[in-house]
């Protein structure tokens, strides 16, 4: 994970804190090139200024590739992605991210960004077998949007992948390195101006690997087919996404006329 320092990070220990992820699809007059230039130029400095921001993440996707046959893919082309937490209730999402989405980056924003969903989430890791303070630099990594099967429910959906999924995951032979899942709880419109990606996404799985032979090395075992073959029972759609992590340290430096005059 590159770590660039825009400010010291600060995070509040003991206080609430608000987990989001928001799929950013680019503006159809802008290339993939285009949008990440502007996404990773002027995004870190405006999060900067509304000192509710106390991680920031953008993650930079691999090109699409072909995967083995499996669930349904969901038809979702994206150009980024990007984790944002913010100081607060989850239940006040919607209102302190409109506190942190100022006039200059909502400008920046419109500016490479054509459709967009926002999503609120919790976090659980499931297995880790890495030390503590590991950071995932030079690791394969895999994001996994996940849609329930027709007729689930969210309640029932999230159950069986925590119950069953999860536990059928810990059987393999190699398996992840790390596995996370990320439950979501909301759904933000984006702003105005901004079209809204048609996608309604239960969870993410995330997934870090040393390397493509380690992430493909249980698909052919018993172990893998199982996990496979559960997958087709509680989902509908799904898609992998592979991403480089690049995570900003974000600190109110500087007032909101300065951000603004930015623009």
């Given at each position: 994970?590159?770590?660039?320092?825009?400010?010291?990070?600060?995070?509040?220990?003991?206080?609430?804190?608000?987990?989001?992820?928001?799929?950013?699809?680019?503006?159809?007059?802008?290339?993939?090139a285009?949008?990440?230039q502007i996404w990773a130029d002027e995004a870190p400095v405006l999060m900067a200024t509304a000192g509710?921001?106390?991680?920031?993440?953008?993650?930079?996707?691999?090109?699409d590739r072909v995967w083995?046959?499996?669930?349904?893919?969901?038809?979702?082309?994206?150009?980024?992605?990007?984790?944002?937490?913010l100081?607060?209730?989850p239940q006040r999402a919607a209102e302190i991210l409109g506190h942190v989405r100022t006039p200059a980056y909502l400008k920046h924003l419109r500016n490479h960004a054509g459709a967009m969903v926002t999503y609120v989430f919790?976090?659980?890791?499931?297995?880790?077998?890495?030390?503590?303070?590991?950071?995932?630099?030079?690791?394969?990594?895999?994001?996994?949007?996940?849609?329930?099967?027709?007729?689930?429910?969210?309640?029932q959906f999230v159950q069986h992948w925590v119950n069953v999924h999860a536990e059928l995951l810990k059987k393999l032979h190699q398996g992840p390195r790390r596995y996370c899942q990320l439950y979501v709880n909301a759904e933000l419109p984006p702003p105005d101006g901004i079209a809204a990606l048609d996608v309604h996404i239960d969870g993410f799985s995330e997934s870090w690997f040393v390397d493509e032979a380690e992430m493909n090395a249980d698909n052919a075992t018993p172990e893998g087919e199982a996990l496979s073959a559960d997958n087709r029972v509680y989902l509908s759609r799904s898609k992998r996404f592979v991403f480089d992590e690049v995570e900003y340290h974000?600190?109110?430096?500087?007032?909101?006329e300065q951000a603004d005059n930015l623009a």
């Open positions: 994970m590159s770590r660039c320092e825009v400010a010291p990070l600060h995070p509040s220990r003991g206080g609430l804190m608000i987990r989001l992820l928001t799929l950013l699809a680019r503006r159809s007059d802008l290339t993939h285009q949008f990440v509710l921001c106390r991680r920031y993440v953008q993650y930079r996707l691999h090109p083995p046959p499996g669930t349904p893919q969901l038809d979702l082309l994206l150009d980024g992605i990007e984790e944002l937490w100081e607060g209730p919790d976090e659980q890791r499931i297995t880790n077998a890495l030390p503590a303070d590991a950071t995932g630099d030079g690791m394969l990594k895999r994001l996994v949007p996940l849609v329930r099967k027709q007729g689930w429910s969210h309640e974000v600190r109110a430096e500087m007032t909101r």
